[in-house]
């Protein structure tokens, strides 16, 4: 039997607990691991395909510096001497290193050792800034620590769950299946989402609040209040635990009603139901993610929870406590060790002298940075003007997700030294390095990761190292020894910086600092390869536990109380005639971030198979937008080119774009291109949900549909977008202006040899084309073309890539467009996991399945991951309403 290794999803921040098993054969499958305590056996559609997306396709296998091969000696002497130099001619601060919440505990470790301790600035900052720094900087503010007070368990427990500014059914999908349960087995329990938009995590609410965007403020001012007013705060808790509270009850009470309901833009009937809802239960937990934290207002709309929640003294007891979700698998690992432009290792403060000289003493370093480095926008405009010289970026793509992405792109290509170190060749971003390292991706790399619950897990590796890639770490390490500082960085395993780390934290801490791990100060590898996963702290003496904060107060200000923040409600309307409309962006269900793995998965890739924005009916009729039209969507920073997808979920005056597509899978679609780079002013976190944009029709000549089997090369029209699919690819494509040869475009496009002949349609009238090439009995290429966006079965299509086509009457069909009787299209994917898609489950409901169980049963669709139920469940009702309005 094949070998199984216990390991962690490398995607969210929920840490799921995966067993990976190689068969013979090399293929790879994964399981959820139910002895894991996050997840207990469960994983979600993007965990389920994780061994579609570990293939060696694409991938950086070897060091190489100017586009040319080159040894790892050669790259690595060449940065040392690089960065040295700079240093040497212009100062510490003239490097930066740009990493990511991807990076293992330990990768990340040496990462800010290297440039805090031993290059000595403060100039290495992470896409958590794009993340989760709001959440940070308003724990340090309200706890004065960044800390995360509860356990996933308090959200099963609470008979309140409040969800604001996170779609938990599609990016923490795990956390929303343990939710789903317990609210099924205790329907008593109440859930409220607060989204300006209806997503699919409202499939599970009481109540929704379709909030203005940036309303947040307010509208927890307003409950504060009212939570004061109504009797429902906990006095003793207020006197013995806090600061503060009566400077934020005058600055919330200067709030009236009426300025509530205009800046949240929800009926007064909500609201109070909202605040009656909070007021009267004790067990409430809110969670919070990037509709909080990425907004100019996110550190305030973090403070304005927890004061409610310090209010009330509902925090670290069971079923109670404000909870930020983190986002990727190791964003919390990234904070332990301070990667963060304005933190220090082990959440000590880089503000303070003792902090500082207490690091400097533990690493024996010569020097340590004596202020912050620059946050990420900062960090790029010093690129940009030119006061960074050199830069090495680890596991992040920023030509994709940083905001004012062209002008991001522009300064890393104007930069005199880049550094890239990627598990892929081509990315949006390695393509302006002037160094690229290869670096080991998941199930070869080894290390620990800490999940939003505090929670530390083993990342195993159970596949062989491909060719030249090296750890993150070892990166790191090299560079750091080939600039001189080679006892600091004589690291042999991750084992030995695990244990140096953990050594850090408890490093005279004696309490005094939330962060503790000092249990495993002297791991030895063997136990370093068993380890558990655990929860944080554990200090050195204690055992593993389930652990909360802050019941009994025990803040990390210096006088031990937490902080009230006092908040101002921001103006948040950024709209104006040039740009009416705000622009909000976020995740898909089936992709991650800039699609560098998800990308690689067609089952994923079928879910939503192109870039799109969400447009309010209304607003379509107004600028001319049917559905399937292209829009073009513009901010004085940039413009995008995406499919319109009309829908009441999206409100009236807003449009919603993914943030994952990108120029490697489509022609015009990176929405940060458009974002402009405005930031929260306390935590510099970007406002990536609310800009303003202007949006209108894109009128092509031609539109197309192609399926090949060959990735199609050299695209050069207005709008095309690719996916993976099964035996190929699938690509939408739309011309300004149509080629004159189109037979000759397809040859030279889809890889088509140049004797064989196409199977052709074409109707001058209607402007309708069609053209299909095969091999023998198999298909190389199908087009369709048409002067209105194209309206074929697109799943029965992509499946003929797969079919034999000996049999005539089959090519005339697909020539045709049509399936045939005998055949159906499955229509657009809704399960991954069996591959089911919407023609199938409507057909399944016109026969009589009028439940996301029977559906399942008959199909099998919702019942592996279950990520897709909230969409089932959305189709059902859809149907049933169409046939009870006939
Ligand atoms: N499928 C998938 N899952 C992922 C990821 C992925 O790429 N794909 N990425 C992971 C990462 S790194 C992160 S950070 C998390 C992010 O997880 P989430 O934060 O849940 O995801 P988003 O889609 O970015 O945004 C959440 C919601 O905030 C809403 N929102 C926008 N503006 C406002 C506002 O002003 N107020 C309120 N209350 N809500 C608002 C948006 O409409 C959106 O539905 O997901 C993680 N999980
Ligand atoms: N408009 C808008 N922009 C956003 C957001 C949004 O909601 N809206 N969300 C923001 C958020 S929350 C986040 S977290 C960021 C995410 O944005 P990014 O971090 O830019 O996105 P990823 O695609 O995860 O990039 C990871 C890169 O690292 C590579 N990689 C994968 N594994 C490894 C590894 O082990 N080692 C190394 N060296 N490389 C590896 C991948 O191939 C990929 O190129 O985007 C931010 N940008
Ligand atoms: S919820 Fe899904 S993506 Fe997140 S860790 Fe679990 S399996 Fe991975
Ligand atoms: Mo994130």
Redesign the pocket.
């Known amino acids: 039997m094949a070998a199984e290794t216990k390991t962690t999803c490398p995607?969210?921040?929920v840490g799921c607990g995966v067993i990976a098993r190689v068969d013979d054969d090399g293929k790879v499958s994964v399981k959820g691991d139910p002895d894991h305590p996050s997840n207990f056996g469960r994983l979600c559609s993007?965990g389920s395909a994780l061994g579609e997306t570990v293939d060696l396709d694409g991938r950086l296998l070897y060091p190489e510096i100017a586009g040319e091969r080159a040894s790892w000696d050669e790259a690595l002497d060449l940065m040392a001497k690089r960065f040295g130099e700079t240093i040497a001619e212009h100062g510490p601060d003239a490097v930066a290193f740009y990493v990511s919440g991807q990076l293992l505990t330990e990768d990340y470790y040496v990462a800010n050792k290297l440039m805090k301790g031993f290059i000595g600035s403060g100039n290495i900052d992470t896409n958590s800034r794009l993340?989760m720094s709001s959440s940070v900087a308003g724990h340090r503010r309200a706890f004065g620590a960044d800390t995360v007070p509860g356990t996933y368990e308090d959200i099963e427990l609470a008979d309140l769950v409040i969800l604001?500014?996170?779609?938990?059914a599609?990016?923490?999908p795990v956390i929303y299946q343990r939710l789903a349960a317990a609210k099924a087995a205790r329907p008593a329990m109440k859930i409220v989402v607060?989204?300006?938009?209806r997503?699919m995590t409202c499939d599970i609410a009481d109540l929704h609040l379709a909030?203005r965007?940036?309303?947040?403020v307010a509208l927890f001012l307003g409950l504060f209040e009212h939570l004061i007013t109504s009797n429902a705060i906990d006095q003793n808790y207020i006197a013995e635990h806090t600061n503060g509270f009566a400077e934020t009850f005058a600055a919330a009470s200067s709030l009236s009603f009426n300025r509530m309901l205009e800046l949240t833009g929800l009926p007064a009937m909500q609201l109070r139901e909202f605040y009656r809802l909070f007021a009267q239960t004790d067990k409430v937990v809110t969670c919070y993610?990037?509709?909080?934290n990425q907004?100019s207002s996110g550190t305030d709309k973090v403070n304005a929870i927890i004061n409610c929640h310090l209010a009330t003294g509902r925090i670290g007891r069971p079923g109670m406590g404000p909870f930020s979700l983190t986002?990727?698998p190791n964003a919390m690992g990234g904070r332990e060790v301070g990667g963060l432009a304005n933190m220090l290792a082990a959440h000590m403060a880089i503000e303070s002298a003792e902090d500082r000289d207490r690091v400097q003493r533990f690493w024996q370093s010569p020097r340590i940075a004596v202020r912050p480095g620059l946050k990420a926008v900062d960090m790029f405009r010093a690129v940009a003007d030119g006061r960074i010289k050199a830069l090495w970026i680890m596991a992040t793509n920023p030509v994709v997700s940083m905001p004012d992405a062209d002008a991001v792109e522009a300064a890393i290509k104007a930069c005199p030294f880049v550094v890239v170190s990627d598990v892929l060749r081509e990315t949006d971003t390695t393509r302006h390095a002037h160094v690229l390292l290869p670096s080991l991706g998941w199930g070869e790399k080894d290390g620990t990761v800490t999940n939003s619950e505090r929670r530390i897990s083993r990342q195993r590796q159970f596949l062989a190292t491909p060719d030249e890639a090296r750890p993150d770490w070892w990166q790191m390490a090299e560079v750091g020894r080939r600039m001189g500082f080679s006892q600091a960085f004589s690291f042999q395993a991750n084992a030995e910086i695990f244990a140096e780390h953990a050594s850090l934290s408890g490093f005279e801490n004696e309490g005094s600092r939330d962060f503790d791990i000092g249990a495993y100060e002297a791991i030895a590898l063997e136990e370093y390869d068993a380890l558990q996963p655990f929860q944080w702290p554990q200090p050195a003496g204690t055992s593993p536990k389930l652990t909360r904060f802050f019941a009994a107060g025990g803040f990390y200000h210096l006088d031990r109380k937490a902080r009230f923040v006092a908040i101002e409600p921001p103006a948040s309307d950024r709209t104006d005639s040039r740009f009416p409309l705000t622009l909000?962006t976020?995740?898909?269900?089936?992709?991650?971030?800039t699609m560098t793995r998800t990308g690689k998965s067609a089952r994923l890739s079928g879910h939503i198979a192109e870039p799109f924005a969400e447009i309010h009916p209304r607003d379509a009729i107004e600028i001319g937008i049917a559905e399937a039209s292209l829009i073009e969507i513009e901010s004085p920073h940039g413009r995008v080119i995406v499919r319109a997808l009309v829908t009441e979920r999206q409100a009236r005056g807003s449009l919603?774009v993914p943030m994952h597509w990108n120029d490697s899978f489509a022609a015009k679609a990176r929405i940060d291109a458009v974002v402009a780079p405005v930031t929260d002013p306390v935590s510099g976190q970007p406002a990536s949900?609310?800009v303003a944009v202007r949006a209108h029709r894109f009128q092509a000549s031609h539109y197309c549909f192609a399926v090949s089997a060959a990735k199609p090369r050299n695209l050069d029209c207005a709008y095309w977008a690719l996916a993976k699919a099964d035996g190929g690819w699938r690509t939408e494509l739309a011309f300004d202006r149509a080629p004159d040869d189109w037979i000759g475009w397809c040859r030279s496009t889809f890889d088509i040899p140049a004797d064989l002949e196409p199977l052709g349609y074409a109707d001058e009238a209607s402007g309708d084309l069609r053209l299909a090439f095969f091999d023998g009995e198999q298909l190389l290429a199908a087009l369709f073309v048409a002067r209105q966006p194209v309206a074929v079965a697109r799943n029965w299509a992509i499946a003929q890539l797969a079919a034999s086509h000996s049999d005539l009457r089959k090519r005339f069909a697909l020539i045709a467009g049509r399936p045939g009787a005998d055949t159906i299209d499955a229509g657009a994917t809704v399960c991954s996991c069996f591959s089911v898609g919407v023609n199938q489950i409507v057909a399944a409901i016109r026969g009589g399945c009028h439940s996301v169980e029977a559906v399942g049963k008959k199909l099998n669709a919702g019942t592996n991951c279950g990520s897709c139920r909230a969409e089932i469940r959305t189709i059902i009702d859809g149907c049933l309403a169409a046939t009870a309005a006939e």
């Open positions: 995607y969210c921040g993007k993340c604001t500014g996170s779609n938990l599609w990016c923490h607060i989204d300006p938009r997503t909030i965007p940036d309303g947040d993610s990037q509709g909080v907004s986002g990727q909000n976020g995740r898909v269900r089936d992709h991650w971030h919603f949900k609310n």
